[in-house]
């Protein structure tokens, strides 16, 4: 985890029995009662360091409710350990894989917060959480003081002896923290530990799974591993690989949508350029915009086989289909009308359907929908409305060397 210079002194005062005793008593926290919550603390007589501490982490707390629920109400977190902590509802998948395979003991590399080690250590697995930094490395203690089965070392990944320990699971920092914030790494190599680094623990024949940023290219996925994206409500999370017992048999390159309670997945035996082969065809029909997780793991042509579809160019990930098929890889829309990309015309189209809220998404083209949203409305109010007023969603992307805007409609 990349250390924040701010984080321990943050931390710090809520590491004493007063402190503890105070940020548990706020109960749920809101922004609109920071300014009351301030004086009524400071009139108790509690100094001022402590209260700020208090409320940045009640602060964080909120925020952590989106990844780690109920839990986050009695954790403690830093800002820039949060960014990476893996949700629990993934983490729980991370760990199902060690049981599958029958690993009863983990080495949780560059465990953050204890997201992974909390899930692995609730399915009964004998935990050692491994955290390089010191701040991250307490505020995992206490998060994992419920776990009689996890023990934390304040202790390099790369370093740490894995003697008598079955499985490996390892979560580099992918971010570098300075004065100024967090600032992302895309080389897999100045991640910490560094993807190397896996490949060398996967080569000693150990069951090695590893969580990296989803942006990961295909060409630094190593060979022999399975290699599973995944996205929860809408938005791709993350990119697992996993080696040796971990990996599924027949799986390569996997794609996992969660919804709510759903999980749904799609995957594919061939390396990545390999397998289907889409067909390209019109416009029209069924548009299909394909999952975030489904276009990372290389799978469009696999869903466009699916749905008896096509692409509408083979660089693009939109799929156009004769016909309605439920799917939870994609969003669908209804194709109402293709028309070449025209500011002055597009302007006119709103105008003339009356139309007031306008939904813009893009593929192939650099154009901005923000910019193109203020293009299209401008002038509008002046004059007498032929129709009702409606939203409308838009699709622009390019065929060839055509820019197209399909006016669709969302099934």
Same mark, same amino acid.
């Given at each position: ?6 984080? /321990? ?29 301030? /004086? ?6 509690? #100094?001022?360091? @402590? ?16 990844? !780690? ?7 403690? !977190? ?9 949700? @629990? ?9 060690? *049981? ?12 953050? @917060? ?8 609730? +399915? ?8 390089? =930094? ?27 002896? +894995? ?7 390892? =979560? ?23 993807? &190397?680094?896996?490949?060398? @623990?996967?080569? #000693? ?10 942006? +990961?290219?295909?060409? &630094? ?15 791709? /999370?993350?990119?697992?690989?996993? !080696? ?15 919804? %709510? ?11 990545? %350029? ?16 394909? =999952? ?8 469009? #042509? ?6 008896? %579809?096509?692409? *509408? ?29 025209? *500011?002055? #015309? ?17 593929? %192939?083209? &650099? ?28 699709? +622009? ?6 820019? *197209? ?7």
């Amino acid at each position: 985890m990349a250390q924040d210079p701010h984080a /321990a002194e943050q931390l710090a005062p809520l590491l004493t029995s007063e402190g503890w005793a105070l940020l548990n008593s706020l109960g749920p926290y809101r922004e609109e009662d920071a300014l009351a919550i301030t /004086a009524r603390l400071r009139k108790a007589g509690h #100094a001022p360091e @402590l209260v700020s501490a208090v409320l940045s982490q009640a602060r964080l707390r909120v925020k952590a409710e989106a990844k !780690f629920g109920e839990f986050s109400r009695h954790m403690l !977190f830093t800002r820039a350990g949060l960014e990476q902590a893996t949700r @629990l509802s993934i983490a729980a998948r991370h760990a199902r894989r060690f *049981v599958d395979a029958d690993v009863r003991s983990v080495a949780d590399l560059g465990c953050g @917060l204890g997201a992974d080690a909390m899930a692995m250590a609730s +399915l009964d697995l004998d935990v050692t959480a491994v955290e390089l =930094d010191e701040t991250t490395a307490a505020c995992a203690t206490i998060n994992l003081m419920p776990f009689p089965n996890v023990r934390v070392v304040h202790e390099d990944a790369q370093t740490v002896p +894995l003697e008598g320990i079955e499985g490996v699971w390892l =979560d580099p920092a992918r971010r570098t923290t300075t004065t100024s914030g967090t600032t992302r790494l895309w080389d897999p190599q100045q991640f910490s530990p560094p993807l &190397s680094f896996v490949s060398e @623990l996967a080569d #000693a024949g150990r069951p090695v799974g590893v969580k990296l940023g989803p942006g +990961l290219p295909h060409s &630094s996925v190593p060979e022999g591993c399975e290699a599973q994206w995944v996205s929860t409500d809408g938005e791709v /999370a993350e990119v697992g690989l996993y !080696f040796n017992a971990l990996k599924r048999p027949s799986v390569r390159r996997a794609a996992l949508v969660l919804a %709510g309670q759903t999980a749904s997945e799609l995957v594919a035996e061939t390396d990545f %350029g390999g397998g289907v082969r889409a067909e390209v065809g019109p416009l029209e029909g069924f548009l299909y915009e394909p =999952d975030g997780a489904v276009i990372r793991a290389g799978l469009v #042509a696999e869903l466009a086989d699916r749905l008896g %579809g096509h692409l *509408v160019d083979p660089h693009i990930a939109y799929i156009c289909a004769p016909n309605l098929v439920a799917t939870p890889f994609a969003k669908a829309y209804r194709v109402l009308d293709v028309r070449p990309y025209n *500011v002055r #015309a597009l302007r006119q189209w709103v105008r003339d359907e009356g139309i007031t809220a306008l939904d813009i998404k893009k593929r %192939g083209t &650099s154009v901005t929908p923000e910019e193109l949203r203020k293009l299209l409305f401008l002038g509008q109010g002046k004059g007498p409305k032929k129709k009702p007023h409606r939203r409308a969603t838009l699709v +622009l992307t390019r065929i060839g060397d055509d820019r *197209v805007a399909a006016v669709v409609e969302p099934v």
